[in-house]
């Protein structure tokens, strides 16, 4: 194994400061988690509306799990597709008011599975510098002429635009970028996308369920309809607290996807006691927007709080508030500071974040309290500025 030099390649990654470790949770996802039998404020998990733990959506898979089992048995297309599976699909649609929708085992399978089926060689993907990893390894694994523009500039994205001489154009752009949390910017991308005849995706892992009325997310805040936006792509393992995702768009994109995307094709399906579960999270999101309610108080109440301290914030209005740190030392170093007086803070370095833009991720949800977020203010106070 030696002449794989592992040794020496984790050594380099431990003397950069960039070495990651997992931590072991004893508990519930909830504002609080129990972490080497120690409590901590949880203000790392992107359970945005609090329903990970949520008792009604434990029932409904406890009683899916009863009716139906545990294991799906095989892939959608073989036996695997069981009728909680279809509801789900159809209930997603109306959500997000799309034609049809399809469930797929993560996000990450669902944006490699879209972007394989549409784009290949000779054709061009346009990428927002920030997307999420999934996306550019979508892309680059796709065969596309690959373009990327400057986060957010659809100036340059314009150009890039004017410069294709390719028939087929794919925009790809985050919906809320996971470590910034600022909004793309949707308006200019859907405009763009009109003038040059590009098909439009947008990745809207962290918005749905947070954004919009009824939760539907960034397209619904902005009301973006599926001409529009014709591929929207959102994740159940952060707002609706459960796991897996979905693409939802035309009843010819989605037949597309079943005959074409080889990460739906070719894995197992989903247990159908998660799709009723994240059923039960569906209607909870639609019913109870006091949850996004709170998240936009307790966000302005941390936004104040932290520029009253002089702390270098972004301007976001979501969830995810990053503190830019810089240094990858100086990061774990206020992330393990901060552990030790009771919050738990994520420290997210690169290749995550670009070089030198390390950073505190902090996430704020509808199942903190005023009194968490005065804390946390606090805390960082006295490491971040001592």
């Given amino acids: 194994m030696n002449k794989w030099g592992f040794d020496t390649q984790l050594a380099e990654i431990k003397q950069r ?10 508990s519930p996802q909830g504002a609080e988690v129990l972490m080497a039998g120690k409590s901590l404020i949880n203000f790392s998990s992107n359970d945005y509306l609090g329903l990970a733990n949520h008792p009604q959506v434990i029932r409904a898979f406890k009683a899916a799990s009863d009716k139906y089992g545990v294991g799906s048995g095989s892939a959608d297309l073989i036996c695997g597709h069981s009728v909680e599976h279809q509801a789900l699909e159809e209930e997603l649609a109306t959500f997000t008011g799309r034609e049809r929708a399809l469930v797929f085992s993560t996000g990450y399978m669902a944006n490699l599975g879209v972007i394989s ?24 694994l796709s065969g596309a002429r690959f373009r990327r523009y400057t986060h957010a500039d659809t100036n340059r994205l314009e150009q890039l635009l004017l410069q294709s001489k390719s028939i087929k154009k794919l925009i790809v752009s985050d919906g809320v970028f996971s470590m910034d949390g600022d909004e793309a910017p949707i308006k200019n991308l859907v405009d763009l996308a009109a003038q040059s005849e590009s098909l439009l995706m947008i990745d809207d892992a962290h918005g749905i369920g947070v954004l919009g009325a009824s939760g539907a997310g960034l397209l619904e805040k902005y009301q973006f309809n599926q001409q529009q936006v014709p591929i929207l792509m959102g ?11 979905f693409v939802a768009g035309s009843e010819a994109l989605i037949e597309t996807l079943i005959q074409r995307a080889r990460t739906y094709i070719y894995t197992t399906a989903a247990p159908a006691a998660l799709m009723a579960a994240t059923r039960e999270s569906l209607r909870l999101v639609q019913q109870e927007p006091w949850r996004r309610e709170k998240i936009t108080e307790l966000v302005t109440r941390f936004q104040q709080g932290a520029n009253h301290l002089g702390l270098d914030i972004q301007a976001s209005i979501t969830s995810i508030q990053p503190i830019v740190l810089g240094d990858s030392a100086k990061a774990l170093q206020v992330s393990e500071q901060l552990k030790e007086q009771g919050y738990l803070v994520s420290a997210i370095r690169e290749p995550t974040v670009p070089k030198g833009g390390a950073r505190l991720r902090i996430t704020i949800t509808a199942v903190h309290s005023a009194t968490q977020i005065d804390g946390l203010l606090g805390a960082l106070q006295t490491t971040i500025r001592p």
Avoid at 235 to 245: D, E
């Fill in 17 to 26: 400061h960039l070495y990651r470790s997992r931590c072991l949770i004893e």
């Fill in 117 to 140: 089926a549409l784009v290949t060689k000779g054709d061009d993907i346009f990428h927002d510098r920030l997307n999420h990893a999934s996306l550019l390894d979508a892309g680059k």
């Fill in 235 to 245: 994740t159940f393992g952060k707002a609706l607290g459960t796991f897996g995702a």
